[in-house]
């Protein structure tokens, strides 16, 4: 079995900063795409950024504000989130897509969420 397993959430002043971190665990034998989406109340849950190999991908509303990175050596991916906006107050959570054995076929996992709240 595979888990996500993310920290960082926390309460926040406009203008702060956080870093979001997700560590997989269990059955990998290789992780492709790992990403963070988050989900407002009444609201959709949409993509923030997402990571594969070298190239990242963010939501237009996040761009130039927050950064991806990942540490493939321990199965890791950070969220550093600055100049945030109460807009930006959600439920983050981290998704990943991970082959569990080398014939598996990938697999989207999810982890439980993380809360992030800016006031304002």
């Known amino acids: 079995q595979v888990q996500l397993m993310e920290s960082g959430g926390g309460l926040v002043q406009t203008g702060g900063s956080l870093r979001l971190s997700c560590a997989a665990s269990?059955?990998?034998?290789?992780?492709?795409?790992m990403g963070w989406y988050r989900q407002a109340p009444g609201k959709q849950r949409e993509l923030v950024a997402t990571i594969s190999g070298g190239n990242t991908n963010y939501a237009d509303s996040v761009k130039g504000r927050f950064t991806i990175a990942r540490d493939n050596a321990k199965n890791t991916v950070y969220l550093q989130m600055n100049n945030l906006k109460p807009e930006d107050t959600a439920a983050y959570y981290c998704?990943?897509?991970?082959?569990?054995?080398?014939?598996?076929?990938?697999?989207?996992?999810w982890g439980q969420g993380t809360q992030v709240t800016v006031s304002s």
């Open positions: 269990g059955m990998i034998f290789s992780i492709n795409a």
């Open positions: 998704n990943a897509e991970i082959l569990g054995t080398v014939i598996s076929r990938p697999r989207s996992y």
